[in-house]
Protein backbone atom coordinates (compact mmCIF):
# COMPACT_ATOMS: atom_id res chain seq x y z
CA UNK A 1 0.00 0.00 0.00
CA UNK A 2 1.30 3.52 -0.56
CA UNK A 3 2.61 5.22 2.26
CA UNK A 4 2.15 8.93 1.54
CA UNK A 5 -1.36 10.36 2.61
CA UNK A 6 -3.97 10.79 -0.70
CA UNK A 7 -6.18 13.67 -1.36
CA UNK A 8 -8.69 13.32 -4.78
CA UNK A 9 -9.48 17.19 -5.61
CA UNK A 10 -11.74 17.12 -8.31
CA UNK A 11 -12.22 20.07 -10.95
CA UNK A 12 -8.26 20.08 -9.58
CA UNK A 13 -6.25 21.70 -12.28
CA UNK A 14 -6.98 25.18 -12.51
CA UNK A 15 -8.55 28.10 -10.02
CA UNK A 16 -9.53 27.13 -6.18
CA UNK A 17 -8.64 23.38 -7.08
CA UNK A 18 -5.31 24.21 -8.12
CA UNK A 19 -4.63 26.51 -5.28
CA UNK A 20 -5.91 23.36 -3.02
CA UNK A 21 -4.29 20.57 -4.57
CA UNK A 22 -0.66 23.09 -3.78
CA UNK A 23 -1.57 23.00 -0.61
CA UNK A 24 -2.02 19.42 -0.18
CA UNK A 25 1.32 18.24 -1.81
CA UNK A 26 3.39 20.78 -0.15
CA UNK A 27 2.48 18.90 2.83
CA UNK A 28 3.56 15.46 1.38
CA UNK A 29 0.40 14.35 0.34
CA UNK A 30 0.18 12.43 -2.81
CA UNK A 31 -2.47 14.00 -5.16
CA UNK A 32 -4.77 12.84 -7.60
CA UNK A 33 -6.27 15.26 -9.80
CA UNK A 34 -9.90 15.18 -11.97
CA UNK A 35 -10.55 17.07 -14.90
CA UNK A 36 -12.67 16.80 -17.60
CA UNK A 37 -11.33 19.45 -20.78
CA UNK A 38 -7.72 20.83 -20.84
CA UNK A 39 -5.07 17.92 -20.83
CA UNK A 40 -2.72 20.23 -21.44
CA UNK A 41 -3.32 22.67 -19.07
CA UNK A 42 -3.63 18.98 -16.61
CA UNK A 43 -0.66 18.10 -17.78
CA UNK A 44 1.16 21.28 -16.61
CA UNK A 45 -0.33 21.61 -13.15
CA UNK A 46 1.01 17.61 -12.26
CA UNK A 47 4.44 19.09 -13.11
CA UNK A 48 4.10 21.56 -11.23
CA UNK A 49 3.33 19.80 -7.95
CA UNK A 50 5.22 17.07 -9.09
CA UNK A 51 8.06 19.74 -8.15
CA UNK A 52 7.39 19.28 -4.39
CA UNK A 53 8.59 15.95 -4.46
CA UNK A 54 5.12 14.11 -4.54
CA UNK A 55 3.30 11.69 -6.88
CA UNK A 56 0.62 13.33 -8.94
CA UNK A 57 -1.94 11.18 -11.15
CA UNK A 58 -4.54 12.57 -13.35
CA UNK A 59 -8.14 11.23 -14.37
CA UNK A 60 -10.28 12.45 -16.73
CA UNK A 61 -14.28 11.90 -15.68
CA UNK A 62 -17.44 13.99 -16.09
CA UNK A 63 -18.24 13.85 -12.63
CA UNK A 64 -21.97 14.30 -13.65
CA UNK A 65 -22.14 10.84 -14.67
CA UNK A 66 -22.18 8.37 -11.43
CA UNK A 67 -20.30 5.97 -14.05
CA UNK A 68 -17.64 8.15 -14.42
CA UNK A 69 -17.26 8.58 -10.75
CA UNK A 70 -17.21 4.91 -10.30
CA UNK A 71 -14.30 4.53 -12.77
CA UNK A 72 -12.81 6.99 -11.10
CA UNK A 73 -12.45 5.73 -7.77
CA UNK A 74 -11.52 2.01 -8.97
CA UNK A 75 -8.93 4.26 -11.05
CA UNK A 76 -7.64 5.79 -7.68
CA UNK A 77 -7.84 2.07 -5.88
CA UNK A 78 -5.47 0.71 -8.58
CA UNK A 79 -2.96 3.59 -8.71
CA UNK A 80 -2.71 4.11 -4.89
CA UNK A 81 -4.55 1.36 -3.04
CA UNK A 82 -5.88 4.01 -0.94
CA UNK A 83 -7.61 7.96 -0.58
CA UNK A 84 -7.19 9.77 3.05
CA UNK A 85 -8.87 12.69 1.56
CA UNK A 86 -11.63 14.26 -0.57
CA UNK A 87 -11.99 17.26 -1.90
CA UNK A 88 -15.46 18.53 -3.92
CA UNK A 89 -14.03 21.33 -5.56
CA UNK A 90 -15.83 20.18 -9.50
CA UNK A 91 -18.43 22.85 -9.61
CA UNK A 92 -20.61 24.26 -12.46
CA UNK A 93 -24.11 26.16 -13.22
CA UNK A 94 -26.38 27.95 -15.15
CA UNK A 95 -26.30 31.55 -14.46
CA UNK A 96 -30.16 32.97 -15.62
CA UNK A 97 -32.68 34.70 -14.12
CA UNK A 98 -35.63 32.21 -12.31
CA UNK A 99 -37.86 32.69 -15.10
CA UNK A 100 -35.55 31.57 -18.19
CA UNK A 101 -34.18 28.75 -16.04
CA UNK A 102 -35.22 25.53 -18.27
CA UNK A 103 -35.80 21.87 -17.28
CA UNK A 104 -32.00 20.97 -18.71
CA UNK A 105 -30.63 24.29 -17.21
CA UNK A 106 -31.74 22.74 -13.55
CA UNK A 107 -30.80 19.05 -14.02
CA UNK A 108 -27.40 19.66 -15.16
CA UNK A 109 -26.71 22.26 -12.21
CA UNK A 110 -28.11 19.98 -9.68
CA UNK A 111 -26.78 16.73 -10.81
CA UNK A 112 -23.04 18.33 -11.18
CA UNK A 113 -23.46 20.47 -7.74
CA UNK A 114 -25.11 18.03 -5.18
CA UNK A 115 -25.49 14.37 -7.13
CA UNK A 116 -21.77 14.35 -8.35
CA UNK A 117 -20.43 15.14 -4.30
CA UNK A 118 -23.27 12.38 -2.75
CA UNK A 119 -22.30 9.71 -5.03
CA UNK A 120 -18.62 10.70 -4.73
CA UNK A 121 -18.37 10.87 -0.77
CA UNK A 122 -20.45 6.67 -0.87
CA UNK A 123 -17.28 5.91 -3.20
CA UNK A 124 -14.64 7.63 -1.22
CA UNK A 125 -15.78 5.94 1.80
CA UNK A 126 -15.10 2.65 0.84
CA UNK A 127 -11.43 4.01 0.03
CA UNK A 128 -11.14 5.77 3.20
CA UNK A 129 -12.52 2.65 5.31
CA UNK A 130 -9.19 0.82 4.42
CA UNK A 131 -6.74 3.22 6.64
CA UNK A 132 -9.27 3.95 9.19
CA UNK A 133 -10.84 7.23 8.83
CA UNK A 134 -10.34 10.71 6.46
CA UNK A 135 -11.56 13.65 5.61
CA UNK A 136 -14.60 15.27 3.24
CA UNK A 137 -14.37 18.54 2.26
CA UNK A 138 -17.23 20.38 -0.03
CA UNK A 139 -16.79 23.86 -1.51
CA UNK A 140 -19.68 25.83 -1.62
CA UNK A 141 -20.96 29.38 -2.07
CA UNK A 142 -22.67 32.59 -0.79
CA UNK A 143 -25.58 31.93 -2.57
CA UNK A 144 -26.18 29.28 -0.47
CA UNK A 145 -27.81 31.55 1.91
CA UNK A 146 -27.95 35.15 0.18
CA UNK A 147 -29.87 35.91 -3.05
CA UNK A 148 -27.42 36.99 -5.79
CA UNK A 149 -28.42 37.92 -9.15
CA UNK A 150 -29.16 35.30 -11.39
CA UNK A 151 -27.69 32.42 -9.29
CA UNK A 152 -31.32 30.87 -8.14
CA UNK A 153 -30.09 27.13 -9.91
CA UNK A 154 -26.98 27.08 -8.55
CA UNK A 155 -27.54 28.54 -4.94
CA UNK A 156 -30.20 25.82 -4.33
CA UNK A 157 -27.54 23.51 -5.31
CA UNK A 158 -25.05 24.66 -2.91
CA UNK A 159 -28.00 24.59 -0.59
CA UNK A 160 -28.53 21.13 -1.41
CA UNK A 161 -24.40 20.13 -1.05
CA UNK A 162 -24.31 21.83 2.88
CA UNK A 163 -27.37 19.56 3.59
CA UNK A 164 -25.43 16.51 1.92
CA UNK A 165 -22.53 17.72 4.02
CA UNK A 166 -24.26 17.93 7.81
CA UNK A 167 -26.30 14.28 6.92
CA UNK A 168 -22.80 12.42 5.53
CA UNK A 169 -20.74 14.28 9.09
CA UNK A 170 -23.16 12.69 11.21
CA UNK A 171 -23.53 9.07 9.65
CA UNK A 172 -19.96 9.03 8.77
CA UNK A 173 -18.76 9.62 12.16
CA UNK A 174 -18.45 5.94 13.33
CA UNK A 175 -16.23 5.41 10.66
CA UNK A 176 -13.82 8.52 11.66
CA UNK A 177 -14.54 10.35 8.55
CA UNK A 178 -14.69 14.00 8.95
CA UNK A 179 -16.93 16.01 6.46
CA UNK A 180 -17.13 19.85 6.31
CA UNK A 181 -17.95 22.93 4.07
CA UNK A 182 -15.74 25.59 2.87
CA UNK A 183 -18.24 28.81 1.69
CA UNK A 184 -16.01 31.24 -0.02
CA UNK A 185 -16.19 35.19 -0.87
CA UNK A 186 -16.03 36.42 -4.65
CA UNK A 187 -12.38 35.12 -5.85
CA UNK A 188 -11.18 36.31 -9.17
CA UNK A 189 -10.81 32.95 -11.14
CA UNK A 190 -11.77 31.89 -14.57
CA UNK A 191 -14.96 30.45 -13.68
CA UNK A 192 -15.81 34.41 -12.16
CA UNK A 193 -15.63 35.34 -15.48
CA UNK A 194 -18.90 33.78 -16.22
CA UNK A 195 -20.94 35.94 -14.10
CA UNK A 196 -22.50 38.73 -15.82
CA UNK A 197 -21.72 40.77 -12.91
CA UNK A 198 -18.04 40.29 -12.13
CA UNK A 199 -16.84 43.74 -12.15
CA UNK A 200 -19.18 44.36 -9.10
CA UNK A 201 -18.91 41.15 -7.34
CA UNK A 202 -15.17 41.85 -7.07
CA UNK A 203 -15.72 45.76 -6.37
CA UNK A 204 -17.73 45.10 -3.49
CA UNK A 205 -15.76 41.51 -2.34
CA UNK A 206 -12.98 44.55 -2.37
CA UNK A 207 -14.90 46.52 -0.01
CA UNK A 208 -14.81 43.84 2.75
CA UNK A 209 -13.82 44.46 6.46
CA UNK A 210 -10.71 42.33 5.93
CA UNK A 211 -9.75 44.89 2.69
CA UNK A 212 -9.02 43.00 0.03
CA UNK A 213 -10.15 40.11 -2.24
CA UNK A 214 -10.49 36.62 -1.46
CA UNK A 215 -7.51 35.10 -2.65
CA UNK A 216 -7.51 30.94 -3.64
CA UNK A 217 -4.88 30.52 -0.98
CA UNK A 218 -7.12 31.60 1.43
CA UNK A 219 -9.61 29.11 0.41
CA UNK A 220 -7.00 26.22 0.08
CA UNK A 221 -5.90 26.87 3.98
CA UNK A 222 -8.66 26.45 5.30
CA UNK A 223 -9.80 23.40 3.43
CA UNK A 224 -6.14 22.09 4.21
CA UNK A 225 -7.02 22.61 8.33
CA UNK A 226 -10.28 21.20 8.05
CA UNK A 227 -8.55 17.91 6.70
CA UNK A 228 -6.25 18.00 9.69
CA UNK A 229 -6.06 16.54 13.45
CA UNK A 230 -6.37 20.29 14.65
CA UNK A 231 -10.47 20.42 13.12
CA UNK A 232 -11.39 16.98 14.76
CA UNK A 233 -14.13 18.16 16.43
CA UNK A 234 -15.10 20.39 13.48
CA UNK A 235 -18.15 18.21 11.86
CA UNK A 236 -20.90 19.42 9.24
CA UNK A 237 -20.40 23.15 9.57
CA UNK A 238 -19.74 25.15 6.57
CA UNK A 239 -16.93 27.89 7.11
CA UNK A 240 -17.21 31.07 5.51
CA UNK A 241 -14.17 32.47 4.16
CA UNK A 242 -14.83 36.27 2.76
CA UNK A 243 -12.62 38.74 4.76
CA UNK A 244 -16.12 39.39 6.95
CA UNK A 245 -18.22 40.52 4.11
CA UNK A 246 -21.51 38.24 4.49
CA UNK A 247 -21.40 40.35 7.94
CA UNK A 248 -22.47 43.32 6.24
CA UNK A 249 -25.69 44.88 5.58
CA UNK A 250 -26.44 46.23 2.03
Not at 3 to 9: F, G, M, W
Not at 26 to 41: A, M, Q
Not at 134 to 155: K, Q
Request: charged share 20%.
Amino acid sequence: MNQNKVALITGGTRGIGKAIATKFAKNGYDVVLNFLRSKTNAEKTKEELESHGIRVHLVKANVNDVDNIKDMFREIDATFGRLDVFINNAASGVLRPLMELEESHWDWTQDINAKAYFFAAQEAVKLMERVGGGAIVALSSLGSIRVLPNYVAVGVSKASLEAITRYLAVELASKNIVVNAVSGGAVDTDALKHFPNRQEMLESGANNPAGRLVEPEDIANVVYFLCTDNANMIRGQTIIVDGGLSLLCR
